[in-house]
Structure formats: C-alpha cells, structure tokens
T-cell receptor, first 111, second 112 residues
Framework: RKEVEQDPGPFNVPEGATVAFNCTYSNSASQSFFWYRQDCRKEPKLLMSVYSSGNEDGRFTAQLNRASQYISLLIRDSKLSDSATYLC????????????FGQGTTLQVKP | EAGVTQSPTHLIKTRGQQATLRCSPI?????VYWYQQALGLGLQFLLW???????NRGNFPPRFSGRQFPNYSSELNVNALELEDSALYLC???????????FGDGTRLSIL
C-alpha cells in the first residue's frame, strides 16, 4: 500500500465548476498535512496547510479526517489558471524531516 | 524575500561522471531537503540537513551525498552517474522540521 494515495485523474471540468480531490495516508502518527500545486515540469508550490478543524483560503477549502486518515481539497469556481497537478503531502515519521508526496491529481479546467 | 535558489538550472553529464548541485535556502531557514523527481514519477526524498548536520537520508545509494555549509546553503553530489539518475532535483527549505517546505526551481540533470 502506498504511503499517500491519490486518484491521478485527470479531472476535466468547465470553468466555474466545483471540484473535490481526496487523499488517504497510511501512517496514523503523521502530524502535518499539506496540499501543494505543481505545474508541468515546475517545482511544487505550497497551496495550503491542512488543519484538523478544516481551513479555507479563498476558493480553496481543505479538510482532514484523522480517524479515517483522509484529506480533501475543494476548489470552488474553478479558473483556467487552476489547471495543474495537486499533490497531497504528509510528513514522514517523526524526526525524519521528509515529506511524503502522493502521485498527484491532475486538474484540467476547460473554457 | 528571496525564495529558495538552485544552480545550475540544467546540467548535462555522461555516465560515470560526477555532478554537483547547489541550493540556497530562504533567509532564516536552517533545514534543507533534497528530492529527486524522475520523469512521470513522484518526488522521492533524498537527504535532509539541519544546522550543518545530515539528519536523514532516503533510500538512495551512497554515491548520493551532500553537505550543508555554515550559511545553511547546501550541495548535493552524485558520483558515478548512471542513466537512471536523469531527473529533476529539487531543493526545499523550512524554518523548522515539520513546517511547510518551500521549493526551489530545481536542477534538471540529464545523463547521456
């Protein structure tokens, strides 16, 4: 079983649509959770951290369910510029420093 | 505030040669991380340096090594290059462990 699993997609949606991505992680001891965005052949960029209480940043909402080891990202009112790969990221075992990246979910927003 | 900077942008080598990649973290960040992203694959953790010490390494052979300097910049060295070392090498920095990591643009290493 992969440490972080995501549906690779692609998700093809029209502009203005709402789209949701899900992710599961295997290590129940994980403490830090993030969503990163990666454009083709570019570096990952931090989109948002994910907190237990859920958090929102403009059109983006992230949720964490520790009991189910499940993370979600909701994008409302999709823009063409949202087209990218979204990476679910979890910190590795304590004191390893590493982040564990999912394979990413590809989003393509169409006009 | 300047982000994480990496050099060179591209590096072309042949099998058996050695490569050196460089990274400067965001000012104030003491932790530096290296990742490898081969074409079509996810990011794989390589190395973590904090306060000048190697704190952890991923599942890579010993010919992947590095160091962190007193100014917190870092170097990744890859010896005896093999074709499968062709990848995008990304450096990231964070203020503390388990804090969000911020990535540089990467060095694209091509082995001919």
């Amino acid at each position: 079983r992969k440490e972080v699993e995501q549906d690779p997609g692609p998700f093809n949606v029209p502009e203005g649509a709402t789209v949701a991505f899900n992710c599961t992680y295997s290590n129940s001891a994980s403490q830090s959770f993030f969503w990163y965005r990666q454009d083709c052949r570019k570096e990952p960029k931090l989109l948002m951290s994910v907190y237990s209480s859920g958090n929102e940043d403009g059109r983006f909402t992230a949720q964490l369910n520790r009991a189910s080891q499940y993370i979600s990202l909701l994008i409302r009112d999709s823009k063409l510029s949202d087209s990218a790969t979204y990476l679910c990221v979890v910190n590795g075992p304590s004191n390893t420093g590493k982040l564990i990246f999912g394979q990413g979910t590809t989003l393509q927003v169409k006009p | 505030e300047a982000g994480v900077t990496q050099s060179p942008t591209h590096l072309i080598k042949t099998r058996g040669q050695q490569a050196t990649l460089r990274c400067s973290p965001i000012s104030g960040h003491t932790s530096v991380y290296w990742y490898q992203q081969a074409l079509g694959l996810g990011l794989q953790f390589l190395l973590w340096y904090d306060e000048g010490e190697e704190r952890n390494r991923g599942n890579f052979p010993p010919r992947f090594s590095g160091r962190q300097f007193p100014n917190y910049s870092s170097e990744l060295n890859v010896n005896a290059l093999e074709l499968e070392d062709s990848a995008l090498y990304l450096c990231a920095s964070s203020y503390r462990r388990n804090q969000p990591q911020h990535f540089g643009d990467g060095t694209r290493l091509s082995i001919l």
